[in-house]
């Protein structure tokens, strides 16, 4: 299997767990009106709770096959458009220390990962874990993979400057050297042993956690400082664009994404929240500001890096204090 068509090869129609960990699904083998519940029950069996809205119920498509020994677990899926949320009461009652590597074959997903939206396009993906509120969107029918490792696997290797729910790239280099091994595991899922299974999946998480830090580790301080500036630079100079991220910043400025976090790391802060302070700096000076004072409120957030209205209400009441409608009605006030 290669990641870049519209299906998940290799599904056959039974619904139910082989003594090898095996199990395919297909919503189409369900009775329209039963597909929410049953889809929802299936995928949180296979992750945690969450909550599924489908816009098509009643046509609505999707098949997985999941392999899973006692250390991982690999899914790959195809469906149509749908909506995932997992609320903040859910993460509460389930916890999970795991963490998902989500790898997206075709298709469009916008999610947001705590405070932070992220959008998926195919041949990228995410590092995730499930002790944050998520939301998804996938606003077309596409197809990808989920890999699940165990906790203790990540944080083992990972350190405090990691950046989750940061894009990945899986086009060229060591990301596609990840892409092509994951989707060899996966088109051999059924013939491989558990012992084979996860040897291959070892692998995989030492090459997972080496692309997200990189192998570069600067310690001089004036190297640092310079990073630090041109980051600063670079993120001012372009908190508008809502794809800006720590790896977006690091291929703009020929440098790795572990040589940028550790930078800002150095700094007391990470690409992260850097990325969402100028952002409402910026829209704050929007706001403020009579060259924009048809704008609605909706147009500032989108026109400063917020993908979601809802994020960015809550980003700048927690940063500033007040709602932007009411930092507007004052300064609306002020000027008379």
Partial sequence: MTI??????????????????????KTCEVAPGQRVEFWSELISSFHFDMEFTLPRAERFR???????????QMLGW????????????????DAD?????????????LFRHGDDDVRIRP????????????????????????LTFPGREITS?????AELGASLDFTAGLGRVIREMSAGLFAEAKSLTSREFDAVFDRLVDLVCLLIIGDDRPTAEGHLAEIEAAVRRHVRANAGDPALNGTAIAHALGWSL????????????????????????????????????????????HHSGFSSLSAFNSAFRAQYGVRPRELRGSTRRAIG
């Fill in 97 to 109: 220390e795991d963490y998902r590597l989500l790898m997206l074959g075709s298709g469009d997903l």
């Fill in 258 to 301: 572990r040589q940028v976090q550790v930078a800002m790391q150095r700094a007391g802060t990470t690409p992260r929240d850097l990325i969402r302070e100028e952002r409402l700096r910026l829209a704050r000076a929007r706001l403020s500001s009579p060259g924009h004072r048809h704008a609605t409120i909706a147009e500032v957030a």
């Fill in 157 to 161: 290797r990972l350190d405090g400057t």
């Fill in 78 to 93: 195809s469906s149509d458009e749908q909506w995932v949320r997992r609320s903040p009461r859910q993460v509460r009652a």
């Fill in 4 to 25: 870049t068509g519209t299906d998940v090869p290799g599904l056959g129609s039974d619904d139910t767990e082989d003594d090898r960990g095996i199990r395919v699904a």
């Fill in 123 to 146: 041949g990228t993906g995410a590092l995730l874990t499930a002790r944050a509120p998520l939301e998804f969107a996938q606003r077309s029918p596409g197809h990808g993979l989920v």
């Fill in 62 to 72: 999707r098949k997985v096959l999941c392999r899973r020994t006692s250390g991982y």
